[in-house]
């Protein structure tokens, strides 16, 4: 097929972050897409709009906790810095070509709920200015690396509670697993943050803590073995994709298609599926199984179109073939979230009969049983994408 990557070498990272550890375990070739391909590249899907509300989200408390909504915070001025956060990520989503889920009013529907958690959680917090160098007690979005630079990120507060040290991690969703245990992924970064604020500042926290949205606190049990156990495992899954990748090599190379591990839940949210050899040949070879447990994630597929035409609305339908078996998609929006080869907006033309395309499901706004169709449509080489949208809206 039309292969719609625009880039056609995969690099290796130069550190990995707490929170791509998980990520990376699952699938080592993930972490080398996301280090190659930057986050607005033409050759991915849209991101999620839940991507952008948790940064509005986590841009409240941290603007609490430096005093830009007063001291002690003011429920006001919380409300109004809420506001600019959202206009902000907003403009992110146009810049990253994700206006497809603008406003964020429309596209996400917790919004509501998600502000009153922010800004409720902003009112409790402690305000500690601006001072401070990392690791120090009551900084803010602190930067952690350990001594050689391989792992790195931002713990979102630091903070003393009765003379021990508190390392705590905001998350605007879901936190905890049925059984009420912290999810196995949060586990794992906050025990690198604790490896690494022991690094940085020769101490142990005393605790570690997520909390979600509506301010509940589950702490993460940790001991220092625990903690530098996770700090070994994630250099040795970064050095084990360097060593793969070196200075770069290409995405169609044998081995670095061996770094991919196709799953059910590894691939259906991987916005990286455009550019997967292995995916694609997997798809290519299953690409009209819309039902079941199939790793296509979960209605991707390949095909050359037949027959396209618009509908009221700026709306359009497109039916293709694959296998012998024809497709239709009704209802889709051109929001132009790709760009033609030649720079033509997306939105301005339809793909011809014998264009072959890829069909990749971004996050189906309807569960598979009630409506088994594609969200978005990608055609190549002149890339087109098209966003299903539901009836009314």
Known sequence: MDDPQVVTTVSAPD?????QVEMAEDCPLQLALNATIPENSRSLPSSSPARYVGTAFHGVIESARRGDGGNPPSRVQLEEIWSQQIAKVEDQARDNGDACWLPLSRSYGLLERVRLSAVQLALSQRVYGNAGQSGEIGTTETRLESSDGLVAGRIDAID???GSIVLQDFKSGVVADPSGQPIGAHT???LLYAALHHEVCGIWPSRLELVDRTGRVLE????????MRALDSAKALLRGVVSVIGTGKSLSDSEVGGLARPTLDTCRFCRHRPVCARYLADLGAEGTKVQGRSRFSPVDAIGTVTAAGSMRGNRAW???EHAGTTRTIRGCTRHGRYIDADGTQAATALPGAGTRIAVFNGHPRRSLESFPEATMLVAGPNVRVYTLMEDGE
């Open 15 to 19: 550190r990995i972050s707490p929170g």
């Open 188 to 190: 794992t970064q906050m």
């Open 318 to 320: 497109i039916t293709f």
């Open 220 to 227: 993460v049990s940790f001991t220092p073995d625990d903690a």
């Open 160 to 162: 003393r509670s009765d």
